[in-house]
């Protein structure tokens, strides 16, 4: 169980760190998501879905 804590704050923490991005840079889904060791943009995507409950791109639409 403390395992699955700890990655499961890991992958949170993972998520701030994109959506600081999303909202200070111009960087790309696919740079944000090399930068931060995620397979590919769609990997990302995919759990950003399931932990903030959105896409990435209806998350930087509601902060444009």
Do not use: C, P, W
Not at 45 to 62: D, V
Request: net charge positive; glycine share 6%.
């Amino acid at each position: 169980q403390k395992i699955g804590l700890l990655v499961n704050s890991y992958i949170n923490y993972k998520l701030k760190l994109v959506e600081t991005r999303l909202k200070y840079t111009d960087l790309q889904f696919s740079e944000i998501a090399m930068e931060l060791g995620f397979t590919d943009s769609s990997h990302l995507n995919k759990t950003f879905l399931s932990y903030k409950g959105m896409t990435i791109g209806a998350y930087k639409a509601s902060i444009s």
